[in-house]
């Protein structure tokens, strides 16, 4: 069964910086790309950035651009990092790490994902 284990969440001042990173177990199951999802209370679940292997594509939201940067390693496919700067209580949210086994769909959408982490918490205090 796949993993994806997710690391780097935690408690943090606004303006303040955090690294989450994700690693999946096999990279037949993110072989084609990985992506972030936060999920916060009273919200849907949504993108904010996300990597495509082989050509390394990155996408953003529009509310994380020039704040949030996604990175991984193009060779193995199945570990990526997101570098978050300037962070806002708005970010405050459970980040859920996601994985494209089959190549679907638009990176933005999560049903574009086949597998799923368990999520790691970030807080922005204000």
């Known amino acids: 069964q796949v993993q994806l284990v997710e690391s780097g969440g935690g408690l943090v001042q606004a303006g303040g910086s955090l690294r989450l990173s994700c690693a999946a177990s096999?990279?037949?199951?993110?072989?084609?790309?990985m992506g972030w999802f936060p999920h916060a209370p009273g919200k849907d679940r949504e993108f904010v950035a996300a990597i495509r292997w082989g050509t390394y594509d990155r996408y953003y939201s529009d509310s994380v651009k020039g704040r949030f940067t996604i990175s991984g390693d193009n060779n193995a496919k199945n570990m990526m990092a997101l570098q978050m700067i300037s962070l806002k209580p708005e970010d405050t949210a459970v980040y859920y790490c996601?994985?494209?086994?089959?190549?679907?769909?638009?990176?933005?959408?999560?049903?574009?994902?086949?597998?799923w982490g368990q999520g790691t918490q970030v807080t922005v205090s204000s």
């Open positions: 996601a994985a494209r086994g089959v190549n679907r769909g638009d990176f933005h959408n999560t049903s574009s994902y086949d597998h």
């Open positions: 096999e990279r037949t199951f993110s072989r084609f790309g």
